[in-house]
């Protein structure tokens, strides 16, 4: 099983509609990354959760500590949404820190 | 500069070969990552530094992979005797990891390509 779940593996929506992207982590984390990636592959963090709640823009980013659980929310969606969006976790060990990624999200937002 | 550089953006060598990868992190920030991504896969992490120090190599997926940073800036991955299975995108990060909440500040990666 994976250390970083996430679902669904794939998403399509239409142009307004809400989405919903969980991510599940198995391992005692520092803190959590919402990573967009489009096609092209360029990289951009979103995110970066330690407790609670952070909104920006039409993204809002939750996580549970306890239930150790995230979501990633994107209200009133669009086309140029249309990216992968990976959940990635700070694991602490040992004195030093590892990210470990999930296998992301696919979003497809037709207009 | 203003962002994470690396260099080269492309790299093709011959099976055997080392190569040398180059990040440059932002001005400033403390904590760097290397990680690939191979082609259709996700994200793997390699290896993290914290100033100069990397205490976990454990990351890096042969004793092949070795990465350097020296004056808590510029940072370098090397790959000794490539082979075709190292073909992948070579992605740099740094973050200033003085506060809490900073996000991580990415490259545009190295797309190596071992013939």
């Known amino acids: 099983k994976n250390e970083v779940e996430q679902s669904p593996q794939n998403l399509t929506a239409q142009e307004g509609e809400f989405i919903t992207i969980n991510c599940s982590y198995s391992?005692?984390?520092?803190?959590l990354h919402w990573l967009q990636q489009h096609p092209g592959g360029g990289i951009v963090s979103l995110f970066m959760?330690?407790?609670g709640k952070k909104k920006h823009g039409r993204l809002i980013a939750t996580i549970n500590i306890q239930e150790k659980h995230s979501s990633l929310h994107i209200t009133a969606s669009h086309p140029r949404d249309s990216a992968v969006y990976i959940c990635?976790?700070?694991?602490?060990?040992?004195?030093?820190?590892?990210?470990?990624f999930g296998k992301g999200t696919k979003l497809t937002v037709n207009p | 500069g203003a962002g994470v550089s690396q260099s080269p953006s492309n790299k093709v060598t011959e099976k055997g070969k080392d190569v040398e990868l180059r990040c440059d992190p932002i001005?400033?920030?403390?904590?760097l990552y290397w990680y690939r991504q191979s082609l259709g896969q996700g994200l793997e992490f390699l290896i993290y530094?914290?100033?100069?120090?990397?205490?976990?190599k454990s990351g890096l997926p042969s004793d092949r992979f070795s990465a350097e940073r020296t004056g808590g800036s510029v940072s370098t991955l090397t790959i000794q005797r490539t082979q075709q299975e190292d073909s992948a995108v070579y992605l740099c990060?740094?973050?200033?990891?003085?506060?809490?909440?900073?996000?991580?500040?990415f490259g545009s990666g190295t797309q190596l390509s071992v013939l």
């Open positions: 990060a740094s973050s200033p990891r003085d506060r809490r909440g900073e996000k991580l500040f």
């Open positions: 391992v005692g984390i520092s803190a």
């Open positions: 959760l330690s407790s």
């Open positions: 990635a976790v700070i694991r602490v060990q040992g004195g030093s820190e590892k990210l470990v």
């Open positions: 001005s400033g920030h403390t904590a």
């Open positions: 530094f914290q100033g100069n120090s990397a205490p976990d």
